[in-house]
């Protein structure tokens, strides 16, 4: 009532109305005692899709959300605009779950995203997200892969990130040509063309063995023939085989017809597949566009 007697009394009567309205409103209430996180997890999703589905993102921003401390959404953002300079915001909010996943628990199935702890996942989020930038800047700098519009997949950015997280120090030697040549065993294969959370866990295994400065056992063949290229090699910008070989041209700095400048390449430029760049790269394509 003293809140009440603050306004004009020509408001009483419908704030009065208010009042009641909202005393009498019936919430639901779902009490879970002493339920496991995936089964509240599943519980919060199914109440709240409603007639759109939750993604799995849009989950954990909720269950990682810490009024005043930490906002998923927020941070991603952020993420995404500190990686714009660098031509590297394409990164997807999907591959930051999948790195945290893998390096916290080693695997990145939804079930185990899902059941992520709280204090854990905010805990190593700044550690997370210095290794992606590192692996980011390996990915700009040492393979000279410009933009990650490039890459033949985001997911290539979790064992690289997993990597740094337990590796700071640029890698030399024996660890750089093994990481060099299980980047290009995956870039060159169709390695995360399917089944990409079961593969990432396989992988994380073989980084910790070039971690430890061994050679990983691969069990998927690499067919880099004049024949296999002649055979796979043609044109599509979304192809990963073909992003493989734009990783491959572009670490010789591909020049401009007209005037022998190094080409800018941005993600920008290569959202579509006849950007006027592609040329720069593929001969053939601009011929058939011609």
């Given at each position: 009532m003293k809140t009440l007697a603050r306004y004009d009394e020509a408001y009483h009567e419908k704030l009065d109305l208010y009042k009641k309205i909202i005393q009498s409103y019936n919430y639901s209430i779902i009490l879970l005692?002493?339920?496991?996180?995936?089964?509240?997890?599943?519980?919060?999703?199914?109440?709240?899709?409603?007639?759109?589905?939750?993604?799995?993102?849009?989950?954990?921003?909720?269950?990682?959300?810490?009024?005043?401390?930490?906002?998923?959404?927020?941070?991603?953002?952020?993420?995404?605009?500190?990686?714009?300079?660098?031509?590297?915001?394409?990164?997807?909010?999907?591959?930051?779950?999948?790195?945290?996943?893998?390096?916290?628990?080693?695997?990145?199935?939804?079930?185990?995203?899902?059941?992520?702890?709280?204090?854990?996942?905010?805990?190593?989020?700044?550690?997370?997200?210095?290794?992606?930038?590192?692996?980011?800047?390996?990915?700009?700098?040492?393979?000279?892969?410009?933009?990650?519009?490039?890459?033949?997949?985001?997911?290539?950015?979790?064992?690289?990130?997993?990597?740094?997280?337990?590796?700071?120090?640029?890698?030399?030697?024996?660890?750089?040509?093994?990481?060099?040549?299980?980047?290009?065993?995956?870039?060159?294969?169709?390695?995360?063309?399917?089944?990409?959370?079961?593969?990432?866990?396989q992988d994380v295994k073989k980084i910790d063995e070039i971690l430890k400065e061994k050679q990983p056992r691969y069990d998927w063949a690499v067919d880099v023939s004049a024949d296999f290229v002649i055979k796979h090699g043609w044109f599509s910008a979304s192809r990963s085989y073909v992003k493989a070989i734009l990783c491959l041209y572009s670490f010789e700095q591909p020049k401009s017809f007209n005037s022998n400048a190094i080409v800018n390449i941005s993600n920008y430029w290569l959202t579509r597949a006849n950007s006027k760049n592609y040329h720069h790269f593929f001969l053939s394509h601009t011929l058939i566009e011609l």
């Open positions: 005692k002493d339920a496991p996180i995936d089964v509240a997890t599943e519980v919060f999703t199914r109440i709240n899709e409603g007639g759109k589905k939750l993604s799995l993102f849009e989950i954990m921003v909720a269950k990682t959300y810490d009024y005043g401390q930490f906002d998923l959404s927020e941070k991603y953002k952020q993420l995404i605009e500190e990686l714009s300079p660098s031509n590297y915001e394409t990164i997807s909010d999907a591959t930051i779950l999948q790195l945290i996943s893998i390096i916290l628990e080693k695997d990145c199935k939804r079930q185990q995203i899902l059941k992520l702890d709280k204090v854990t996942f905010i805990r190593e989020w700044e550690s997370v997200i210095v290794a992606l930038k590192k692996a980011v800047e390996h990915f700009k700098y040492t393979y000279r892969i410009p933009v990650s519009q490039l890459l033949p997949y985001n997911a290539l950015i979790v064992p690289f990130a997993y990597f740094f997280y337990h590796h700071s120090n640029p890698p030399k030697g024996i660890i750089q040509d093994l990481l060099q040549d299980f980047f290009w065993r995956c870039a060159l294969s169709g390695r995360y063309s399917s089944s990409v959370e079961s593969k990432l866990a």
